[in-house]
């Protein structure tokens, strides 16, 4: 997973258009003020282990949100930071369990609606940790084969092989 986290003054967006894959909302338009933006793309090996890549996103945005004092925070899908995207069901389940998790947490949270074209303003507050880039990696604490060329993370070999495997046999059901 990578996240682009910006501090903000002020976040808004409208959601124009649906893409195929679209999440169903009520809410197409919302704003949010001084709050933590994370800019979030789910990607392919993030498959491997979705719960793990939650929790770990958790736990790193509430360490950046201590440094911040800050709590609140506004998820934003953005396909745009990796070129190996997740399916959009694994997708929109991390993301949902990253917000429940903020939530418990005591984080005030709102998030973008998934799979939607959206206009957007941001308006960051541009001191020096007003931005910050993670990489979550789904291999965290666990032996593996070789780096990933993507994340410089390492994966293992078998996870790979069982990813194609499960693309070809029409991918993994996750709820």
Known sequence: MRILAIHADRMSYKANRKAKFAEETETKEDAMEDCLVLLSSVEKLDEVNPDLIAASARESVLQWLAKLKAQRVLIFPFAHLTSTLSSPEVALAVLKRLEAGLKESGVEVK?????????????????????????????????????????????????????????????????
Not at 113 to 135: C, I, Q
Request: proline fraction near 9%; glycine fraction near 8%.
């Open 111 to 175: 998030r973008a609606p998934f799979g939607w074209y959206k206009e957007y303003d941001l308006k960051s507050k541009g001191h020096p940790l007003a931005e910050r880039s993670m990489v979550i990696c789904p291999y965290e604490g666990q032996t593996c084969d070789f780096h990933c060329p993507y994340c410089e993370n390492p994966i293992e070999l078998r996870d790979v092989r069982d990813l194609k495997a499960e693309r070809l046999a029409g991918g993994p059901q996750y709820s």
